[in-house]
């Protein structure tokens, strides 16, 4: 089992930045692929960024592209989600999630393809 745990949301306005944690309790965390998703009001949770098990692997969705940055610290069991510019589209609550898959780089941007979720954070952007 894995416990995901997401911080760092809040309101901002049109333009700034906020940098989401996500920090994994249970099984070793280098062993799972990371992703962030997000879900605003009435619409389905999309894929907004995924990192391999090493870091060194990232992917991202086009609206996202060039403004948010995905990384990780395995020694501190936690996955970031680094969001500038940011646009009152952007607001939604934000998952992390993990897939395991040690050794290997598989990133996927499908939702049901990931085995554990955190709890959300709300990220809302004023205009």
């Known amino acids: 089992q894995v416990q995901l745990v997401e911080s760092g949301g809040g309101l901002v306005q049109t333009g700034g930045s906020l940098r989401l944690s996500c920090t994994a309790s249970?099984?070793?965390?280098?062993?799972?692929?990371m992703g962030w998703f997000r879900q605003a009001p009435g619409k389905e949770r999309e894929f907004v960024a995924a990192?391999?098990?090493?870091?060194?692997?990232?992917v991202y969705a086009d609206s996202v592209k060039g403004r948010f940055t995905i990384s990780r610290d395995n020694a501190k069991n936690t996955v970031y989600l680094q969001m500038n510019s940011l646009k009152p589209e952007d607001t939604a609550v934000y998952y992390c999630?993990?897939?395991?898959?040690?050794?290997?780089?598989?990133?996927?941007?499908?939702?049901?393809?990931?085995?554990?979720w955190g709890q959300g954070t709300q990220v809302t952007v004023s205009s």
């Open positions: 999630s993990a897939r395991y898959s040690p050794g290997r780089v598989v990133l996927t941007p499908k939702a049901y393809e990931y085995d554990y």
């Open positions: 249970g099984r070793a965390f280098s062993y799972y692929a």
């Open positions: 990192i391999s098990w090493s870091g060194g692997t990232t």
